[in-house]
């Protein structure tokens, strides 16, 4: 009876050992040691061992169980040495050694390969045959990826017969092959390669058939397919039928090949036959999306489609967007650059929307061709700059759309009204009364003829890692062409962005983007501005994080500085303090900055992308330098007295208080600290200097005495110690003839 206890103990231990040996652990480590050849990620992805994520390996987070756990498996890692051992002979490295290092608890696995590559095999010859008729053979050899001397990596080898397959099944010959012959020697470390092409007939292109058909008429899949029977036979031609035929949104599915898999033993028939497969969707489709952003607030949008339209593979979409839900942001830097809202009341002047119908018409007179039309009215806002409200239409016209470099031509009008801050009309556009600055809010037709030029050359359309975008714009508004006579000038954008690889999941990516306008002087009243008028609409902002970023939305450029109380006369619109300390003269309360735009502008961006340490495979970061330069050209800018005209209070100068544009900055550089004010804290009076050289004072009482609206008073020269606005390399300028007691 003792004996039992015994044997229940000692077969309890041996079941927990059993058990113990047989537990799973988690991979938490995993490495390669001494290759050079091949990088980590390319021999990862050759193995079966595969490491846990960021979350499950590091002691810091994974008690936090997020991460995905991947298990030691004893049998595959085994398997593992010589799936590396093939890859590396498959690489060229006949001599390869692989050995491993497994540290082993518990629950965990840190294995380590170690690896000895060794001198590889090398190409000493390379020759291809077959093509002396069709080819340049030693230009085609020059641009093979296996190269003389190279490793002899078979998949290279193959990837050499692949583009002279290509090549020859886009010039005329759909049958094609290349057979591969090497002769490889380890022990003397050289290899022969011969890549024997056989072409097969030249052929063109006979009977396009197509099937799958059930309400789309044959004639419009015919018009927009590119191939054309009597053509010589191209492979790329298949491709881009196929991309064009589901770019329609008609087909669920399409399928473009040979008809015959071998060449056809008909005597004398040079011709090969294609089939188009397809298979039709729905005619209507409904989409719905929704987001957050931290200017846009909430935003949603809408839309329904039709394909099809009336036959002819035509294209209606209707779509509307809404923006803005819940309010604005409360400034452009920090955190009051985040829309919140529930922090106030919601209004409907806050939103933004867009309603839009299109109708999009492929093979529009040609083949290449796409033709659209539109209908649309909006309401758009930029932070602290301008409201627009519009409604038009336009026509475009692309040439060459599935070509490499896409031409739009178009025509576009609207009528609407644009509404800005009256300190940004007066100070830019000299334009200071109310009568003629409700002249400019008014509604004024805008018809536009727009050239577009674009030149894509990435690798993928959503996340380029190599390649190239181009993009040229151009915009002429005249009264030749509709435009109402406010709205008169032209304008040039170009911006040029490209993507260079680094490694396999590093890329170094930049963008310059640029413009110019050039405006036309405007006549109100019978009186011409005395600068070239351009709608806010129509101006270059800069700052923001798709511009420079760093700084705020909009807050790189010229800025003018206003005074946002109801009443400057008011005495709760005056900082008695700062006006004390100022010895007497006025300083005001509330003065904000409203950016102006420019007429000129350059933005330079650069950033390094990499992954990130956790969530590798969603999560990348960045490191970015901008630079930005907006100027506001001016045809003069002298500051000399000038006769006044009507379009301004008689007691105002043409030359008012404006601030100068900021040039180019980086993240780390600042605003100079020179002010232009009134009496400085030690009881100097501040100056600067003038564009003609002359030095001048600011005026004081500039916006009560001429009788302004509020927001429309400069006040570069209210200089308020409870304000954090600095001016940039402000001028001031000559005041007006009208001055307060205290003014110089």
């Not at 931290?294 to 394909?307: I, K, L, M, N, T």
């Not at 599935?402 to 009008?413: D, K």
Request: aromatic share 8%; proline share 5%.
């Amino acid at each position: 009876m003792r004996v039992i206890p015994c044997l229940l103990l000692a077969a309890l231990v041996a079941t927990a050992v059993l058990t113990a040996q047989e537990q799973e652990r988690v991979v938490r480590g995993l490495s390669f040691v001494g290759n050079r050849a091949l990088d980590d990620y390319t021999l990862e992805s050759a193995i079966a061992t595969t490491k846990s994520s960021a979350w499950a390996r590091y002691w810091i987070v994974r008690w936090l169980g997020l991460g995905e756990k991947r298990y030691f498996n004893e049998i595959e890692f085994r398997r593992d040495v010589v799936r590396l051992i093939l890859l590396y002979r498959q690489s060229g490295y006949m001599n390869a050694v692989v050995d491993t290092s497994v540290q082993r608890t518990a629950r965990d696995v840190y294995a380590t390969f170690r690896i000895h590559e060794g001198d590889p095999v090398r190409v000493a010859r390379l020759e291809v045959v077959g093509l002396d008729s069709i080819f340049n053979v030693a230009r085609l050899k020059r641009e093979l990826p296996l190269q003389v001397g190279d490793p002899f990596n078979r998949f290279l080898m193959q990837a050499s017969a692949d583009t002279i397959v290509a090549r020859l099944r886009n010039n005329g010959y759909p049958y094609a092959e290349v057979l591969r012959n090497f002769d490889s020697e380890a022990g003397i470390l050289k290899a022969e390669v011969e890549l024997d092409a056989q072409p097969g007939p030249r052929m063109r292109v006979g009977e396009v058939e197509i099937r799958g058909l059930r309400d789309v008429d044959t004639g419009t899949v015919r018009g927009v397919t590119s191939l054309r029977p009597g053509n010589f036979f191209k492979q790329d031609a298949l491709y881009q039928t196929q991309r064009d035929l589901y770019g329609l949104g008609v087909f669920n599915s399409v399928n473009v090949a040979l008809v015959d898999s071998i060449p056809p033993d008909r005597l004398g028939d040079s011709t090969v036959r294609v089939l188009v497969q397809v298979a039709e969707g729905a005619r209507h489709q409904v989409r719905f999306g929704g987001g957050y952003g931290s200017v846009e607030c909430f935003r949603v949008q809408s839309g329904w489609a039709a394909h099809d339209f009336l036959g002819g593979a035509r294209t209606l979409d209707l779509s509307a967007r809404v923006s803005k839900l819940g309010g604005t942001p409360k400034g452009s830097t920090g955190l009051n650059q985040f829309c919140n809202p529930f922090g106030g009341a919601w209004k409907f002047d806050t939103l933004n929307y867009s309603v839009g119908l299109t109708l999009r018409q492929p093979a529009f007179l040609k083949r290449s061709n796409v033709g659209t039309l539109g209908l649309l009215a909006e309401r758009h806002s930029e932070f602290t700059v301008f409201t627009r409200e519009a409604v038009g239409g336009n026509a475009d016209l692309t040439f060459n759309a599935r070509g490499r470099l896409p031409v739009t031509v178009g025509y576009s009008y609207s009528l609407g009204r644009t509404q800005a801050s009256a300190g940004v009309y007066c100070s830019l556009f000299r334009v200071c009364d109310a009568t003629s600055q409700g002249f400019l809010r008014k509604s004024h037709g805008l018809g536009a003829a727009t050239v577009t030029i674009v030149s894509d050359r990435v690798n993928n359309l959503l996340d380029p890692s190599e390649g190239r975008v181009s993009t040229v714009s151009l915009v002429y508004a005249s009264h030749l062409i509709g435009s109402d006579s406010t709205y008169e000038f032209k304008r040039g954008e170009f911006e040029v962005a490209g993507y260079h690889p680094i490694g396999r999941r590093t890329v170094f990516a930049w963008r310059v983007r640029g413009g110019v306008i050039v405006p036309r002087k405007i006549v109100i009243d019978t009186q011409q501005v005395a600068v070239g008028y351009v709608p806010p609409d129509q101006r270059f902002y800069g700052g923001g994080p798709n511009s420079v970023r760093g700084y705020g939305r909009n807050e790189l450029g010229p800025r003018v500085y206003v005074l946002v109380v109801a009443d400057t006369t008011s005495a709760a619109a005056v900082d008695t303090a700062a006006t004390r300390r100022a010895g007497g003269e006025k300083v005001f309360r509330n003065v904000q900055t409203r950016p102006t735009g420019g007429n000129t502008a350059i933005v330079a961006n650069a950033e390094l992308r990499f992954p990130s340490p956790i969530l590798a495979s969603r999560v990348r970061l960045g490191l970015f330098v901008d630079a930005s330069a907006s100027a506001l050209r001016r045809r003069s800018d002298r500051c000399a007295s000038t006769p006044h005209t009507t379009a301004m209070p008689p007691n105002v100068d043409r030359c008012s208080i404006r601030p100068a544009t900021p040039r180019v900055r980086s993240r780390k550089s600042g605003p100079p600290t020179r002010r232009c004010g009134p009496a400085s804290p030690s009881g100097r009076r501040s100056s600067c200097n003038s564009p003609s050289g002359r030095r001048s004072r600011c005026a004081a009482h500039w916006a009560s005495r001429s009788g302004l609206s509020s927001d429309c008073s400069p006040a570069s020269w209210a200089r308020s110690t409870r304000s954090s606005a600095r001016m940039p390399d402000a001028r001031c300028w000559p005041g007006s003839p009208a001055r307060s007691s205290k003014a110089a």
